[in-house]
């Protein structure tokens, strides 16, 4: 391909393939490893309540892009959105936002599988590498997360579709689990081991702060866009339903986990879901089950996360936001395999930093998150208001009360982040990996504007848009 030319992705993702991309993105490890510890938190009702106003924040979210992702079905999805209302300076805030808030969970999750397995099978001890944050780090538990992480990387240079069936399996181990829990709390749980229904402000501030990241991955649709092959129209009911599906699981995660078992079993679980099922079914086979459906979970979030990033990796080095090496696709599967390449490194040291840096990743992912929702729903009015007659696949009703409410969201999320919200859990090495990613974007950026200082806006309208999309005005 020619340098100045677009790089175009294969079309060929279903219906199917999209509902488990976004779904499994979003239904992880979190619900498996985190949810007694939001019970602990906020109590279950707490818990409960912060998860539906996240949801709440994520359907005015999911809404905008429910309108803009059928409309600009492009790689790139809330960088285009970005650069379309708000130009390019901010979308290459939001482009550079957003990858990291996926690598950052994909990350997690390059850590979360090696705690897993070393649940189901304890991992030896073998070649101590290092003492982070008090945890010792093994090569031999280090080992199963970069193996996961090769493994992945290569199935998603192989072509979506593959990686897509895979998503499909996947999402379904998930739903078993799920069911089996559910059942064994329905049939063996106890009202009185719910506890306090509320522990107060804090806490329930505590578990917002984290669900942006746990409803983090229906906007992985907007990065896959050019990849689907179904009606412009079903990509924005796909999206929305996928949110509520997500926000329905994680809820009766939450009561059927506050019934399960006492708080005792809850707060000294190695890994809670697993040891509540466990009591609950008072077999550990059961404990054993949980733990290959977080498994499942696992692999689904972590695949729909390395989609996301490379996606958006991509398409900023197709529109040389970021060096143009980042638009390389592969001739024969026309995967995105330099950005692919760069997620699978991230994710292949960050075991390394041990199991405390689970939480780093997570927390720090909500920021990337948050910036990014913000400055879509900013573009979803802007869009509205300069570009009235674009077409519009799906068109949501009363958008200047969903467009405030998005950005009124988004802020409150971010504010809940500042030392003015009164929260208490301010963080240290979150925030060191938020300045190393804003760090290597200044670099990546300054070097991109050394090496193009001749770009055009048409140019760059070309790359991003194609032809199809591009603004008249601008290409003209």
Not at 368 to 387: A, D, H, P, Q
């Amino acid at each position: 391909m020619m340098p100045g030319e677009r790089h175009s992705l294969k079309r060929v993702l279903s219906k199917a393939d999209v509902l488990a991309l976004s779904f499994g993105t979003m239904v992880g490890w979190g619900w498996v490893m985190l949810s007694g510890q939001w019970i602990q938190m906020g109590g279950a009702g707490g818990a409960i309540v912060a998860f539906v106003i996240g949801g709440i924040m994520c359907v005015l979210v999911g809404l905008t892009y429910a309108e803009l992702t059928p409309s600009l079905p492009i790689a790139g999805g809330e960088m285009a959105f970005a650069y379309r209302g708000l130009g390019h300076f901010w979308a290459w805030i939001g482009g550079w936002s957003i990858s990291f808030a996926y690598i950052g969970v994909a990350a997690w999750e390059s850590i979360a599988i090696s705690t897993a397995c070393d649940y189901l099978f304890h991992i030896p001890k073998i070649g101590y590498l290092w003492t982070v944050a008090g945890n010792d780090v093994y090569l031999s538990w280090a080992a199963v997360g970069i193996g996961g992480t090769v493994i992945l990387t290569t199935l998603n240079i192989l072509g979506v579709k593959p990686a897509a069936i895979f998503q499909i399996m996947g999402t379904l181990g998930v739903f078993i689990a799920g069911i089996i829990f559910l059942f064994g709390s329905a049939a063996f749980g106890e009202l009185e081991n719910t506890g306090p229904m509320f522990t107060g402000f804090s806490g329930l501030a505590a578990i917002l702060i984290i669900t942006p990241s746990m409803y983090l991955g229906f906007d992985v649709i907007s990065q896959s866009t050019e990849e689907m092959n179904i009606p412009l129209k079903d990509i924005a009911r796909v999206l929305i339903l996928s949110i509520f599906m997500a926000g329905i699981w994680y809820i009766l995660v939450i009561a059927g986990m506050a019934v399960s078992a006492p708080a005792w079993v809850r707060s000294t679980a190695t890994v809670p879901m697993a040891d509540t099922a466990a009591y609950a079914y008072r077999l550990p086979m059961f404990g054993k089950i949980m733990i290959m459906g977080g498994i499942c979970g696992i692999m689904t979030s972590w695949n729909g996360y390395i989609v996301g990033a490379s996606r958006i990796l991509f398409a900023m080095g197709n529109a040389k936001m970021l060096p143009r090496v980042f638009s390389g696709i592969h001739p024969k599967y026309k995967t995105p395999v330099p950005a692919l390449a760069m997620v699978g490194i991230i994710c292949s040291l960050s075991p390394l930093l041990g199991k405390n840096a689970n939480v780093w990743f997570i927390n720090s992912a909500a920021i990337g998150t948050m910036i990014n929702y913000l400055l879509v729903s900013i573009s979803f009015i802007i869009i509205r208001v300069k570009e009235p007659y674009l077409a519009r696949p799906f068109k949501v009703r009363r958008w200047k009360a969903v467009g405030m409410g998005a950005i009124g969201s988004a802020l409150f999320f971010l504010y809940l982040f500042t030392p003015l919200s009164g929260n208490s859990q301010i963080w240290t090495n979150e925030w060191y990996l938020v300045l190393g990613w804003v760090g290597i974007g200044i670099f990546l950026a300054i070097r991109s504007t050394v090496t193009y200082p001749d770009t055009t806006a048409k140019e760059r309208e070309m790359l991003l848009f194609g032809e199809e999309y591009a603004r008249e005005e601008i290409i003209r």
